[in-house]
């Protein structure tokens, strides 16, 4: 016959294997680590015809310009680093005169999308990402101008739509760069014959809390991401 006693005492030995069970499974979640720029790639040097843009088959592909060891440099704990190509469309810089052949179209690998893993409460492999997309490969003297035209439309459509705009000058090592919302921090600069684009979220508890967290991602990293690249460029 059972008793009272034998049924109490069996619960109360399954609720401490319960919670025995459970502190086996938690863990804690390490703080997360920021680094700085350490650009350890090779030099990007296309070489533009004079006041010409460069041939679209010349163009670097985005996914072997940011290495693993650079993004480790930036981001210690960054693991899972998976690369998805992106499309870029390039039309003609100067409107008024013919492009030469083969210096406008898509180029499938102009950008690229870094995905990768951080330390977080919950485990992802893929809860963070790095976009870096070159929007210009020319003559610098053509690549400046076209800066300077984004960088006019840019500082009017923040003050149209009330975005918070900056512009950086070129404290980060590039000729020129600006956010055009700092809410979301992405950067578009400038260096030579090369204009880009970086940009990137990451859901990781220790990047902070919404709405801080895509400015503190900007500031932390995307920035950094902007030296590395840049430090290679003529």
């Not at 650009?39 to 010409?52: H, I």
């Not at 060891?69 to 930036?74: D, G, L, N, Y």
């Not at 083969?102 to 999308?113: I, L, R």
């Amino acid at each position: 016959m059972t008793t009272r006693a034998h049924v109490l005492s069996a619960a109360t030995a399954l609720a401490g294997a319960a919670v025995l069970l459970l502190a086996g499974c938690s863990k804690d979640v390490p703080a997360l680590n920021f680094g700085s720029a350490q650009p350890s790639g090779t030099r990007l040097a296309a070489q533009p015809p004079s006041g010409r843009s460069l041939p679209l088959a010349q163009w670097p592909h985005g996914c072997e310009v940011l290495s693993d060891a650079e993004i480790k440099a930036i981001l210690p704990q960054a693991g899972s680093i998976k690369r998805q190509p992106v499309k870029v469309t390039i039309i003609n810089f100067d409107p008024l005169s013919q492009a030469d052949p083969g210096t406008t179209g898509d180029v499938p690998d102009g950008g690229c999308k870094f995905g990768f893993g951080l330390p977080d409460k919950y485990e992802s492999d893929s809860n963070s990402s790095i976009t870096l997309t070159f929007t210009a490969a020319a003559d610098p003297a053509l690549v400046a101008k076209s800066y300077a035209k984004d960088l006019a439309r840019a500082r009017e459509d923040a003050t149209k739509y009330h975005k918070e705009f900056e512009d950086l000058g070129a404290t980060l090592g590039p000729q020129g760069c600006y956010t055009d919302d700092l809410a979301r921090g992405n950067l578009t600069c400038h260096q030579g014959p090369y204009e880009f684009e970086v940009g990137g979220t990451s859901t990781a508890s220790g990047v902070g809390e919404y709405p801080k967290a895509d400015r503190n991602w900007s500031e932390k990293v995307l920035r950094q991401v902007v030296r590395t690249v840049s430090a290679r460029m003529p």
